[in-house]
């Protein structure tokens, strides 16, 4: 809904990876899996 | 000039082996040179190439197939050891050889042979020409013993860098991804400070404006 | 058993190619038969360990060298062809040798060969010797070439996945940048945007705090 996906957008990037929470190797992984085609 | 020497056994003594050389130009269908030794007395006989297209005629055998056959009895060997046998009359210096398959066996082709006045200068050159023939092969082992060698060692040595660069590539990935999370997490910091201080702010303002 | 054919010329016969045969079992040092043959006639002869044990005596060198000697003059032919020197006696049967240097030559050995009766069996056992070592080098040959095309075909596998893996190393390095710059500029954008709101929200508490 409307609410989460604001909630979502102030919490993370349009890539998925949080804009507060520290990452690590396999979250920075799942996102850049999650990045298509980087080009 | 090729050349072929090949042991054989007469049907007329089988226990003495006797050794069948033969020579040609070009192909062997274009005529060639036997020559038979018992390691005492020589024969030898040229048989040309139209006696050879003759012999086809006579077995209704295409020439090119005759002499294929003609090269698996004289040359090559090729086949089982009884797959031909051979006769030589000493006397009148007939030399014919025949095939046998399972239960039948036909006559191949057959020769006049002369026998040479000095068996013992054609053994020689016989002997030379194995040896001659030994000695080539050995160099040839070295050669590819070598070759052998050189590949096994270039082999080793893309697989060593191969190998190398898979490791390469797998420290490159960890080495990139902690580099890559520390800048990261640097901007997430900072982010985060931003965001704290924003709220204390809008918190002033907020009170501010009450107090106003 | 080994055994070793080899040409030689005897000094009585230069223009005739004679065969020498030498045949021992472990080492050659520990005895030897030799044949020597013209391709019509044959004589051969036994060498004990303690002839040759003798003949290093008689020279005043140790028995290793002189074995080393005896090979290098009847097996491996070593050196230059005039090294060696072989006189042969057809009535008496005496065989001897000598190593020819520079400007000097000596004996290096003799021994006394018997004339065999039926000399075209010898023959014959000699050529079937070169034949089959012709034959046996002909299959390390083919051996040989498989292994090479075997290694060959391995190294270019080698080659051709070390190729692969270095652009792979590349390509893995453009696209890791390429996503961690997407994902990092966010966080830029982000600490950008902030900053900005930042300042509006300072600014407005500034001309707030004015206002009051």
Redesign the interface.
Known sequence: CPSTKQHFACEY???G?????????SQ??E??SG?KN?? | MERKVSKICLASEPSVIHFLQVSWEKTLGSGFVITLTDGHSAWTGTVSASEISQEADDMAMEKEKYVDELRKALVSGAGPVDTYKFNFLKESGHFSFEKCLKDVSFRLGSFNLEKVASPAEVIRELICYCLDTVTEHQAKNEHLQKENERLLRDWKDAQGRFEKCVSAKETLETDL??R??LV??EK??K??NL?KLLNEVQELEKNTEHDR
């Open positions: 990037d349009c890539y990876d949080s804009y507060f929470v520290d990452t690590d190797l920075l992984k996102v850049f990045i980087s080009s | 991804y902690e890559f999370i990261l997490n997430k910091t982010i985060r965001h």
